[in-house]
């Protein structure tokens, strides 16, 4: 598909700035309490951006589509992640604060995968890194983290476990937090 250099400066434009306000509002919502105000403000915000990042990622990939495939599938894999885990947590399902741990987190290493993929040979540092690193590095880093957030997450009691006496927990409720 042709397509002229003012088209592909703004999708390109576009898809920066919704790059960067992802990784911004991404780290908001980690690092804040999970209550509501600011982490649900920052959630929000950043799936709205991840939304218009793989948007803009899928007419960059139909532009140049043999230098952009595997970007294209970090990008839908960054996308199906975030919405699989904004699904688990809006429709309640059984263990879905874990999966969107899970999904959230992987939706933002696969956004930064991407990124480096695409401009770690631009930058300073990552330019000395051999190719495959920018490949592995944010996984490295954001799976680990991934983990210990799990590991804190309290882990939902199974149907009909516990005890059935007054004041004891029923099976929907979560083992209480174990900080380690």
């Given at each position: 598909?042709?397509?002229?250099?003012?088209?592909?400066?703004?999708?390109?434009?576009?898809?920066?700035?919704?790059?960067?306000?992802?990784?911004?509002?991404?780290?908001?919502?980690?690092?804040?309490?999970?209550?509501?105000?600011?982490h649900p403000?920052?959630?929000?915000?950043?799936?709205?951006?991840?939304?218009?990042?793989?948007?803009?990622?899928?007419?960059?990939?139909?532009l140049?589509?043999?230098?952009?495939?595997?970007?294209?599938?970090?990008?839908?894999?960054?996308?199906?992640?975030?919405?699989?885990?904004?699904?688990?947590?809006?429709?309640?399902?059984?263990?879905?604060?874990?999966?969107?741990?899970?999904c959230?987190?992987?939706?933002?290493?696969?956004?930064?995968?991407?990124?480096?993929?695409?401009?770690?040979?631009?930058?300073?540092l990552?330019?000395?890194?051999?190719?495959?690193?920018?490949?592995?590095?944010?996984?490295?880093?954001?799976?680990?983290?991934?983990?210990?957030?799990?590991?804190?997450?309290?882990?939902?009691?199974?149907e009909?476990?516990?005890?059935?006496?007054?004041g004891?927990?029923?099976?929907?409720?979560?083992?209480?937090?174990?900080?380690?």
């Open positions: 598909m042709a397509a002229g250099p003012l088209l592909f400066g703004v999708l390109i434009g576009a898809h920066v700035l919704a790059g960067l306000a992802c990784v911004v509002t991404g780290v908001v919502a980690m690092l804040s309490p999970k209550r509501a105000g600011r403000t920052a959630g929000t915000i950043y799936y709205g951006c991840l939304s218009a990042v793989f948007a803009t990622a899928s007419l960059l990939a139909a140049r589509w043999s230098e952009d495939f595997p970007l294209f599938v970090v990008g839908t894999l960054a996308f199906l992640s975030a919405s699989l885990g904004r699904t688990a947590l809006r429709q309640r399902w059984r263990g879905g604060v874990r999966l969107r741990i899970a959230m987190g992987a939706s933002y290493v696969l956004l930064l995968t991407g990124f480096y993929v695409e401009s770690g040979a631009k930058l300073p990552w330019r000395e890194l051999p190719p495959v690193a920018y490949w592995l590095v944010p996984g490295a880093v954001g799976i680990p983290l991934i983990v210990r957030a799990l590991l804190r997450e309290p882990v939902p009691l199974p009909g476990a516990g005890s059935t006496r007054r004891a927990r029923s099976g929907a409720e979560e083992h209480p937090r174990v900080r380690g």
